[in-house]
């Protein structure tokens, strides 16, 4: 089945393209050919073009005229392959050969399954737990990949038509087989980084020496300019020049004048979170130079070595302060500890230890003898926390009761400073009575000592006497004499009644973050919800008046406290420290941030730094049972093959893989990225005429035209077309002499475009007409599809029950619930589905709406009864899931069936419900997830639903070809099961009982 590959590549091309079309995506690529039909003249590709969840995705066939796609009558498939007679196909339902979970037996665990295209009928050919993927037909005999063998690696098998019978073929014990591609005779297959050759007839197989003649362009370093991977800022002790971290580099770079220093220029290193000491004279950072993150510092011009400060680390390092005196590091890290070291004598000391989460936000006092930290409890809300370095202890500086964080002190010793969720105002919801907290936040500040006067004491103006008149050579002796008697600042602490003088500051409340005081003048940055970038202000305290200084994301004060460095729209600028409001002019010359890139040390760099994260965080210290180190020491010899950026990423993927865990995921980074076009799409499915070649109008996707995001562009006022329309031209241009329609509508997303339509392949009777293209189309096929539910269930039930479909557990998922749930409250049932539900975190608040119980009845005057409380569905509930319901989407099924809500119908779900928050830094912008966050039964004895997922009440897996030709069988079961429960638990509110005769 020879056939150009060029031919194959340019006709998927043509086909609309949707985000997320990444080969290094997860999700794997939108578009990706599958393979060939015996015809030798039609490829079979897999998209996701026409459904709205990620792991779905439909097989079309396309010739090598390229023409418009035209979808197998499947519901779904990934990879495929024909009988030699092209009139069955064996297939994978499922696609997920880019996920990095390897042994996998969750709900989307899939089988070969062989398609009878004439008779519609499909057989399941492995029928095992494992992972059954990729067949591969020659004549009477498939073979396809499994990691059903007892080392649950994957190896080739082959399964006999004729005998029914199933065998392995190889026998790989240390790294899976990966993507098998048939030729005439062979497969070829990659294991270990190493290609080889199966032959089908000998059934033997062997390495294919394999040498590439090309230049490695995309493996080459070279002098780079890095100042877009800024991660962290500074500025130096006297504001003269500012400090950067980018790409695991440490820069220097003058406000004005001079050269920008490159300190570290070190590819095979990560050098990050760096500070100025403020004495002037170090640079202190975290480095893994020796293959851990310690803490080093250096001069700060570089005229001289590193010195590393701490060893022996075994975890993964927050960010470092120093102490004003210079002489004190401090850092915290994941094993929630709160430490600092002495430079000189590398002593270290451990301030505080955590139980509840990390500590992730200090400071130390002006005179070095104490430490404020935020500490999040355990039982009550985050408090903010002194330590004396004097008495080695702490004590609580805010009670449990209001949320505090962010502390720093004043210049001058006299307040600690804090951020704290003290203003309460209800937003109260438009959908039902129900409430939420916004902007709960304002700057405080705690006078440390009683001596102190508040800054906001009560006032009187009173008439001054004034003394015997100096004169003004006295009062200039006398100045001069002051300012060399300027003491240092000395800390005065009084525990006793300090939570008694905590002062809050008169402005907004909003959500708060960086405060400092310098002088009189308070600083801090505000984004709110009514902000719609951040912003600095200050609040003068012998004024008592705000000012807002500009839109600006962050700053840091140098330590002389004249100087401020501050980012705005990704640029820096070194400003005097504020006192009114700032136009930001001259930002820093960035141009000279420069290194000399060797890509090969930084993916090593990169890849032990990914496995020291996973180390470090992976929720299970054992590691599910997997020997790390071992993982470690088996793929990092691949690494010195790599020559990009998305080679490593696939190393990566393979090595988290083997932890069998769901939200593993690694991407991103420096690495080639093709220029997107997007193609216009009319919202509507076309075929050709096959005698006069113009395009006919199969379907029209009904939208929301009123909402830009769910336009369909046949549907908009004064288009009028119809189903069975024929679009003769686009721009003039006429389609029967196009190759494919969508040639014509590249590049023209949102733009103007004239169409000729007409009832009939004719030009007479045709008009012409104006739309704008849309980029994609998934939402409207989503929103009809669930309209189409809506409407089958309320034919089947009379109206009585409602239906929803939730798409995920983000904002989208929770949007798509609230409009179709209040709409159908007085419903005598519900249908809720998460078939195919991608995750987020919202599962909660869906959950609490459905547990809601009738207390009472409310009834005013002349007004129908209603339920108390309101928002509740008051009648019998069931729930659809399937293998897609995955994350968060396990999550809502589990709650539905431990709040015995209602029956679970459809499939066991995916399964992957362990946590994940965002990404540490990595040098070259590419991220890590790494599962944190898990879960277990309520009584103690085992981790629930990951690797498994949640098991339906009733099993229903829908026919293929019935799915494809509209008939839902899972919901079809949930109607027949909801409209049974209906007969002995349909509730109907009684009437009012008299009215009191008092």
Not at 591 to 607: D, K, P, Y
Not at 769 to 782: A, C, F, Q, T
Request: net charge positive.
């Amino acid at each position: 089945m020879s056939c150009p590959q060029r031919a194959a590549y340019r006709s998927v091309s043509l086909t609309p393209q949707l985000g997320r079309d990444d080969v290094a995506d997860r999700m794997g690529p939108n578009n990706i050919v599958m393979t060939w039909k015996h015809d030798n003249n039609t490829i079979i590709f897999r998209s996701r073009m026409r459904d709205f969840n990620s792991f779905k995705g439909q097989l079309f066939s396309v010739t090598l005229a390229g023409d418009i796609p035209e979808q197998l009558p499947l519901p779904r498939g990934g990879f495929c392959s024909f009988s030699p007679d092209d009139k069955q196909m064996a297939y994978n339902q499922i696609f997920r050969e880019f996920r990095t979970w390897k042994r996998y037996r969750g709900g989307m665990a899939d089988d070969v399954w062989i398609y009878d295209f004439a008779g519609k009928k499909t057989e399941n050919i492995t029928n095992n737990p494992a992972q059954d993927i990729i067949p591969m037909w020659f004549g009477n005999k498939i073979y396809f990949l499994s990691d059903r063998d007892e080392n649950k690696k994957m190896n080739l098998y082959v399964y006999d038509l004729t005998t029914k019978q199933t065998k392995k073929l190889t026998n790989f014990v240390d790294f899976d087989i990966k993507f098998p591609s048939p030729g005439k005779k062979n497969i070829v297959f990659e294991n270990g980084g190493f290609i080889y050759r199966f032959d089908i007839n000998n059934e033997k197989y062997d390495q294919v020496q394999i040498q590439i003649a090309e230049d490695m362009a995309s493996g080459r370093g070279g002098i780079i300019k890095v100042s877009d991977k800024i991660n962290s800022y500074e500025i130096s002790p006297d504001g003269k020049r500012a400090l950067f971290c980018a790409r695991g580099e440490i820069f220097t770079v003058p406000a004005k004048h001079g050269a920008v220093r490159n300190l570290t220029q070190s590819s095979n290193i990560h050098e990050r979170n760096a500070k100025w000491s403020p004495d002037g004279k170090w640079i202190a950072y975290l480095s893994d130079e020796h293959g851990e993150f310690e803490i080093y510092i250096i001069p700060q011009d570089g005229s001289g070595p590193a010195q590393q400060i701490t060893t022996g680390a075994e975890t993964y390092k927050y960010i470092i302060r120093w102490s004003p005196d210079s002489k004190k590091l401090l850092w915290s890290d994941k094993m929630l500890r709160l430490r600092y070291v002495d430079i000189t004598t590398k002593k270290i000391t451990e301030v505080a230890k955590a139980k509840a989460w990390e500590f992730r936000q200090y400071a130390w006092s002006p005179d070095s003898k104490w430490i404020s930290y935020a500490k999040i409890e355990l039982s009550e809300m985050t408090k903010i926390y002194l330590y004396s370095l004097e008495q080695k202890s702490s004590f609580a500086v805010t009670d449990g009761w209001y949320d505090s964080s962010r502390p720093s002190f004043s210049s001058d010793g006299k307040y600690l400073l804090f951020v704290s969720g003290r203003d309460f105002h209800p937003l109260y919801s438009q959908v039902e009575w129900n409430y939420a907290y916004q902007d709960m936040s304002r700057p405080y500040l705690v006078t440390l000592s009683k001596k102190v006067d508040s800054p906001f004491k009560p006032q009187s103006d009173e008439v001054e006497i004034k003394k015997k008149e100096q004169t003004k050579k006295q009062e200039k002796k006398k100045d001069e004499k002051k300012k060399e008697e300027k003491k240092p600042v000395v800390v005065q602490v009084d525990q006793d009644g300090i939570q008694d003088r905590i002062v809050g500051i008169p402005v907004q409340a909003s959500n708060y973050s960086a405060p400092n005081i310098v002088g009189d003048k308070f600083y801090y940055i505000r984004k709110g919800s009514k902000d719609k970038k951040p912003s600095l202000l200050f609040y003068d305290l012998k004024e008592k008046k705000e000012t807002n200084v500009g839109q600006i994301n962050g700053y840091e004060i140098s330590a002389d406290q004249k100087k401020m460095l501050v980012s705005s729209n990704k640029s820096y600028y070194i400003i005097d420290v504020p006192k009114a409001k700032v136009e930001l002019k001259e930002k820093l010359d960035l141009s000279g941030m420069e290194m000399t890139l060797n890509r090969h040390q930084e993916w090593v760099q990169i890849f032990n730094e990914c496995w020291r994260q996973m180390r470090d965080f992976f929720y299970a210290p054992n590691m599910n049972g997997v020997n790390w180190k071992a993982m470690h020491d088996k793929f990092r010899p691949l690494v010195d093959y790599v020559n990009d950026r998305n080679d490593l990423t696939y190393i990566l993927g393979e090595m988290v893989g083997n932890l069998n865990i769901g939200h593993a995921y690694v991407g991103g980074g420096d690495r080639p990225q093709a220029k997107r076009i997007k193609t216009g799409l009319l919202g509507a499915e076309l075929v050709r005429d096959p005698q006069t070649k113009y395009y006919r109008i199969t379907k029209i996707l009904k939208g929301e035209n009123w909402s830009k995001s769910m336009r369909s562009p046949l549907t908009e006022i004064g288009v009028n077309a119809k189903v069975g329309d024929y679009i003769l031209a686009v721009d003039g241009k006429p389609t029967n002499k196009m190759r494919n329609i969508y040639e014509q509508l590249l590049d023209k997303v949102d733009k103007q475009v004239k169409l000729k339509l007409s009832a009939t392949p004719a030009e007479k009777g045709s008009r012409e007409v104006i739309v704008k293209p849309i980029g994609d189309e998934h939402k409207l096929y989503y929103y009809n599809w669930v309209e189409n539910n809506i409407k089958k269930v309320t034919e089947a039930t009379g109206g009585k029950v409602g239906y929803i479909h939730v798409p995920d557990m983000g904002v989208d998922g929770l949007n798509e619930f609230v409009k179709h749930f209040y709409p159908q409250v007085r419903k005598k049932a519900l249908i809720i589905d998460v078939r195919g539900n991608g995750g987020g975190n919202v599962s909660p608040m869906l959950i609490e709406r459905l547990r809601r119980k009738i207390a009472m009845i409310d009834k005013p005057r002349n007004v129908a009864p209603s339920t108390d409380p309101g928002g509740m569905i008051y009648g019998p509930k069931v729930c659809l899931l399937d293998e897609f319901s995955a994350s968060d989407g396990d999550i809502f099924p589990y709650r539905f069936k431990k709040y015995k809500l209602g029956k679970l119908i459809g499939k066991r779900s995916w399964g992957g419900v362990v946590g994940i928050r965002g990404s540490l830094p990595l040098v070259d912008g590419g991220y890590m997830m790494k599962p944190e966050f898990a879960s277990y039964s309520v009584d103690g004895k085992k981790w629930i639903i990951e690797g498994h997922g949640v098991d339906p009440d009733i099993v229903v897996d829908n026919d293929p070809a019935k799915e494809y030709a509209g008939i839902d069988q899972q919901l079809n079961k949930a109607i027949e099961v909801i409209k049974e429960e209906l007969k002995t638990q349909e509730k109907t509110l009684p009437p009012p009982p008299p009215y009191p005769v008092k």
